[in-house]
Every structure is written in C-alpha cells, then in structure tokens.
C-alpha cells in the first residue's frame, strides 16, 4: 500500500492556488486596504480636512503625493479612503501627485525592457529599509505569486540583471554600492523604486540618514508607491517594464 503525505493529498484537492495576476485582476485577498492610495472623499474639495493629520506632509490643500503616503490612515476620519488602483505604478514621479488619482487609461507607459523578448532577471538592493518591502517583494518567488511564471527570475549578481529593485531609505553608507550595483548591470536596463522610502524618503524625508532620493542618484524607470507596496503592485511594475498587458480591474 502506497502512502500518500498529507500535504500532497491537500495540494491535490485544493487544486491550483497560484495567483493568476496579471492575467486576471488582482483579488480582494491579493490587496489589502493599504495597498491602495488614500483619496479625498469629493475630489479636490476634500483634501483640505486631511491635510492637517498627515505626519508626512503626502497631503496638501493642493494634492495628494501617493509617492510620500506611509499608508498611515490618519487621513480616514476626514473622509479619505484607500480606494485608489493596485496598478499605481508609474513611469514618471510627477504622475504620483494628483488631487485625484490619475486614471491607468492615461498614464505614460514606458518598456524600456520590450526589445529583450524574454525572461527577466531581478536584483534586489536594499539601501537601508524597516524589511517591510523586503519580506513584499521576496513573497514574488513564493509559490503563490511564482513570479517565474512570467519569466521573472531573481539573481544574485547585478552583471546578470535587467532589473533593479531598489528598497528603503538611500543612506550615506549605500550611495557608492547602490552605483556600482548599477553600473554593473549590462544594457538595456531598469530600475525600480518599491516603497515611499526610495520615492520621497518616506517617514524619514529630510532626516540626517537620507542622503538623497533615488532618482537623484541613478535614473529610476518606475515608481512603486506604498510603505509596503503588496506585491501584486510590484508585479505591475516589472511586468510594464516588459510591455507585458495587465488586466484591467473589475469594476
């Protein structure tokens, strides 16, 4: 008689499990409500009221900079909601600032990455973070997201990457490594900024420990907004690299 694990057994019945994102829309389970940007509740009548909570100055009478927000929900008794779309990433840090938010129909897409035709290869920089976008981005390569489905696989040398990921606060010690990292990278190549941090700083904007944004430091092809992103957003962001089609949320 043969045995057959338990584990085997469920996996059986429970069928496939693997995300199916991005060619099908993100689940409710895949985003949590801090996934999604805050906005005002009547356009750009009501940022003022949540202008006064926010610890990062994200809101202003004027817009909110998806690129600052801590996802902190400070601004939620003043009417905000996190209602924004999980695909946020975009091409140009400007896009990130919006009385609302700007429509996926009418960013500016850019694949730098498109003439490749083939797999992607991921490196992950971390230039002094909390983990938290670390632990979002390594779920990628669990069985669940199984981002080698999509022919986008980690490695560990930056010579063999098209990709890079950069995450948390750019500090002193990492300015030179961060470079090198990049530098190493053969053509063509992108970078990625995961997480508020490498946006705009983030919590820790104007404190000693920053030495400056990302993208003051090496060209960034795409902005990952979130304080953490979840990783269907980052799967959004390396998939447009490609040219790849996402679908579009249900609505």
Same mark, same amino acid.
């Given at each position: ?24 829309? %993100? ?27 926010? &610890? ?18 400070? !601004?939620? &008794? ?16 400007? #896009? ?7 429509? %996926? ?21 971390? /230039?002094?973070?909390?983990?938290? !976008? ?31 990921? /950069? ?15 990049? #530098? ?8 990625? %900024?995961?997480?508020? !941090? ?12 920053? %030495?400056?944004?990302?993208? #003051? ?32 949320? #249900?609505?």
């Amino acid at each position: 008689m043969i045995v057959v694990p338990s584990w085997i057994q469920r996996a059986v019945e429970r069928g496939i499990v693997t995300s199916r994102y991005p060619d099908r829309a %993100a689940t409710a389970d895949e985003v949590p409500a801090t996934g999604r940007g805050p906005c005002p509740p009547h356009g750009s009548e009501g940022l003022r009221p949540g202008a006064g909570d926010c &610890p990062v100055e994200a809101i202003s009478p004027d817009g909110v900079d998806q690129g600052r927000c801590i996802r902190c929900a400070r !601004c939620l &008794p003043a009417g905000f909601a996190f209602s924004g779309p999980v695909e946020a990433s975009v091409a140009v840090r400007a #896009e990130l600032i919006s009385p609302t938010l700007v429509p %996926a129909a009418s960013r500016r897409e850019s694949a730098p990455l498109r003439p490749l035709g083939c797999s992607l290869h991921v490196f992950l920089v971390d /230039v002094g973070s909390c983990n938290a !976008c670390n632990l979002e981005v390594m779920a990628l390569a669990n069985p669940y997201y199984d981002v080698s489905r999509l022919g986008v696989f980690f490695t560990n040398s930056p010579r063999h990457a098209d990709v890079l990921l /950069v995450v948390g606060v750019p500090t002193p010690e990492m300015v030179e490594p961060l470079k090198r990292a990049f #530098e190493a990278m053969p053509d063509p190549k992108a970078v990625v %900024a995961v997480g508020a !941090c490498p946006i705009s700083g983030g919590a820790f904007a104007g404190t000693p420990g920053l %030495a400056a944004g990302l993208s #003051e430091l090496i060209p960034v092809d795409r902005f990952v907004p979130g304080c953490p992103p979840p990783p269907v957003a980052v799967i959004d962001a390396i998939v447009a690299l490609g040219g790849r089609a996402r679908a579009p949320e #249900e609505g």
